[in-house]
């Protein structure tokens, strides 16, 4: 088990206690990651097999990621591979069709998932995670696959030491060590 997966994962399940919330970000998150490589598809790195195939800044997101995501937990991160490019592939098709709808396409999914997640805090009571820990934004795709691999009763140990090291990340701990 990778500790600083623990710790991530801990920080993150701070600032996602309310059902409610992990509800919104079960929407939002997917949301967001899927709009950002809509435009990301518009930025060709290299062509292959005569040009029938290229290789965009999206697809080197979602390989960088992917990398990142698998060091961090084999099981969740090979789940979290497979999600970021159904993800993927969705949006390069819609990012074929055209600027025009993939603008669209973009505002609608990148706003609403905002619009999600800030009402997922209003529940909580509390900011986002990322606001205190860029690296978070990275964390919430894998926390939504965690929690699925968790539901299916998978994964005990490190369910448990996620929920053993939460506190350590809660309101009252932060400003206690901030003093």
């Known amino acids: 088990m990778n500790p600083f997966f623990v710790r ?3 920080m993150y ?3 996602h206690r309310d059902a409610r919330n992990r509800a919104t ?3 939002g998150i997917p949301a967001i990651v899927f709009a950002i490589f809509i435009p990301l598809h518009w930025l060709p ?3 292959l097999w005569g040009g029938e195939r290229v290789i965009t800044v999206a697809t080197v997101l979602w390989l960088a990621t992917g990398i990142f995501y698998l060091w961090l937990d084999r099981t969740i ?3 979290m591979v497979l999600a970021g490019f159904a993800l993927l592939m ?3 098709q819609v990012a074929q069709i055209g600027s025009m709808t993939g603008w669209i396409a973009f505002a609608v999914f990148f706003v609403g998932g ?3 997640q800030l009402v997922g805090h209003v529940f909580e009571g509390r900011r986002p995670a990322l606001a205190d820990n860029l690296l978070q934004a990275l964390i919430g795709p894998m926390f939504l696959i965690a929690e699925c691999v968790f539901a299916a009763g998978l994964k ?7 929920e053993a090291r939460w506190k350590e990340y809660s309101v009252g701990a932060m400003q206690a060590r901030a003093a």
């Open 13 to 15: 399940s701070a600032y």
């Open 156 to 162: 005990h140990d490190l369910h448990e030491a996620v």
């Open 114 to 116: 905002w619009v999600f």
């Open 25 to 27: 970000h079960f929407i």
């Open 90 to 92: 969705l949006a390069e």
């Open 45 to 47: 790195l290299a062509e």
């Open 8 to 10: 991530q994962m801990a």
């Open 77 to 79: 991160g090979g789940l």
